[in-house]
């Protein structure tokens, strides 16, 4: 197929120089560690790419295939940064999940000059679920779900707003790695990232429930 891409494909997004090499990378990165492989239709992959190149994402994070390290909110990030002193290091946070950022993990990584980038912000969607849908076996953070959805309402914006503009706010972060079903998904969210962030307590919306801030859990709970 043809292609040509979008004229004002760098006007559609901001970037930053990251890291140790300064390179100018856009703030947010596509990740294709989900809805991309063969059991994905290729049709749907392609206008996923396309759509974010013609957006100016120009870094796709292909997960296990590069030459950082990405990491859990358990590991040690400072340790594994000095044991490896790898150029990238990934890891999750989230509005949700602080804990590597409250605990200045991520800010000593950064200024070794390590180059980080934020994951797993949406964390497995659980912002965006109704409190009907939320699972049974979560019903420990649903409190605090609760409360941070009120919050992000009464300051008159919405779950990927928050979620967004947390993470590009925090000052550890050098770019945030998303994923996306569909080329209208990542148009959503490359819009509300150009949004101004939010007013909000992000301190007051953090969970600390360890089941809900695992997703690998939430099935065995």
Same mark, same amino acid.
């Given at each position: 197929m *043809?292609?040509?891409?979008?004229s =004002?494909?760098? =006007?559609?997004i901001?970037?930053r120089?990251?890291?140790?090499?300064? &390179? $100018?990378?856009?703030?947010i990165?596509?990740g294709?560690?989900?809805n991309?492989?063969?059991?994905? /239709?290729? %049709?749907l992959? +392609?206008?996923?790419v @396309?759509r974010?190149f013609?957006l100016g994402?120009?870094? #796709? %994070?292909?997960?296990n295939?590069?030459g950082?390290r990405s990491l859990?909110?358990?590991?040690d990030?400072v340790?594994?940064a000095r044991r #490896? $002193? /790898?150029? !990238?290091l990934?890891?999750?946070?989230? &509005?949700l999940?602080? +804990?590597l &950022? @409250?605990d200045?993990s991520?800010m000593a990584?950064?200024e070794?000059?390590?180059?980080v980038h934020?994951?797993s912000?949406?964390?497995?969607g !659980?912002?965006f @679920?109704?409190? =009907?849908r939320?699972?049974?076996? @979560? $019903?420990?953070?649903a409190g605090r !779900?609760?409360?941070?959805?009120r919050?992000?309402a009464?300051?008159?914006s919405? /779950?990927?707003q928050a979620a967004?503009? #947390?993470?590009l *706010?925090? /000052?550890?972060?050098?770019?945030v790695?998303?994923g996306a *079903?569909?080329?209208a998904?990542?148009?959503?969210?490359i819009?509300?990232?150009?949004s101004?962030p939010? %007013?909000l307590d992000?301190d007051e919306?953090a969970?600390d429930d360890p089941?809900?801030? =695992?997703?690998?859990r939430w099935?065995a709970?």
């Amino acid at each position: 197929m *043809s292609y040509a891409a979008a004229s =004002d494909r760098y =006007d559609q997004i901001r970037y930053r120089r990251c890291g140790r090499s300064g &390179l $100018k990378l856009p703030e947010i990165s596509l990740g294709l560690w989900q809805n991309f492989g063969s059991d994905r /239709p290729l %049709d749907l992959q +392609r206008a996923i790419v @396309l759509r974010a190149f013609d957006l100016g994402v120009t870094h #796709f %994070d292909l997960a296990n295939n590069y030459g950082g390290r990405s990491l859990g909110a358990s590991d040690d990030p400072v340790g594994v940064a000095r044991r #490896f $002193k /790898p150029d !990238l290091l990934q890891a999750p946070a989230s &509005l949700l999940d602080q +804990r590597l &950022l @409250l605990d200045g993990s991520l800010m000593a990584v950064r200024e070794m000059g390590i180059e980080v980038h934020l994951r797993s912000i949406f964390l497995n969607g !659980l912002l965006f @679920l109704p409190p =009907d849908r939320v699972p049974a076996q @979560l $019903k420990g953070a649903a409190g605090r !779900l609760s409360r941070a959805r009120r919050m992000i309402a009464e300051g008159r914006s919405d /779950p990927l707003q928050a979620a967004l503009g #947390f993470a590009l *706010s925090r /000052p550890e972060a050098d770019a945030v790695i998303v994923g996306a *079903s569909s080329a209208a998904e990542l148009s959503a969210v490359i819009a509300a990232a150009s949004s101004p962030p939010p %007013d909000l307590d992000w301190d007051e919306m953090a969970i600390d429930d360890p089941i809900a801030l =695992d997703p690998d859990r939430w099935a065995a709970a």
